[in-house]
């Protein structure tokens, strides 16, 4: 199982921790191809690559994926054009949220029938939430 994991960049690293959180539990499911969402290095500027670059690259890893995890607490361009182009080419895609930060998720993702929204708050919601979409997403596969 291919995991393309996305989290805010540019959008804002307030909640850069969740991420290389995220990123530990996934790596329990599959390969994640983008592990760098989750990297100490990489600042709100800091990058290396050009933006074409940086955009030809994880489109690439996107269409490799098997699926696609995004946390979406923290509002983000990339993260949202992630998301539209995973469903687009029919990748189950799991969106995770938290409503305890008091936000309202965009209606662009939380009124998508291709995404699968879940709120959650700690590590154990996570975990039950990660098991039965990566469930649900194995069973899609073998039956294609
Ligand atoms: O609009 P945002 O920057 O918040 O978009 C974030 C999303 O776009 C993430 O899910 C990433 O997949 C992707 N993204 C944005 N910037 C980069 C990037 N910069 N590298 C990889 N993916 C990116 C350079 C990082 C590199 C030096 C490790």
Same mark, same amino acid.
């Given at each position: 199982m291919k995991i393309y994991f996305a989290g805010s960049i540019r959008g804002g690293r307030n909640d850069f921790a969740r991420y290389v959180a995220i990123v530990e539990q996934l790596r329990e499911f599959g390969e994640v191809l983008t592990e760098h969402v989750g990297d @100490?290095?990489?600042?709100?500027?800091?990058?290396?690559? #050009?933006n074409q670059e940086i955009h030809d690259r994880d489109l690439a890893w996107l269409r490799e994926a098997d699926t696609l995890v995004a946390e @979406? #607490? #923290?509002?983000s361009l990339g993260v949202g054009y992630e998301i539209a182009t995973a469903v687009g080419w029919g990748k189950p895609t799991l969106c995770l949220f938290r409503q305890s930060e008091g936000r309202a998720l965009s209606a662009m993702i939380a009124g998508s029938s291709g995404v699968m929204v879940r709120n959650y708050e700690n590590a154990a919601d996570l975990n039950d939430i990660l098991s039965a979409f990566f469930h649900a997403s194995a069973k899609r596969s073998g039956q294609r």
């Open positions: @100490v290095e990489l600042s709100e500027i800091g990058e290396s690559g #050009t @979406v #607490t #923290t509002p």
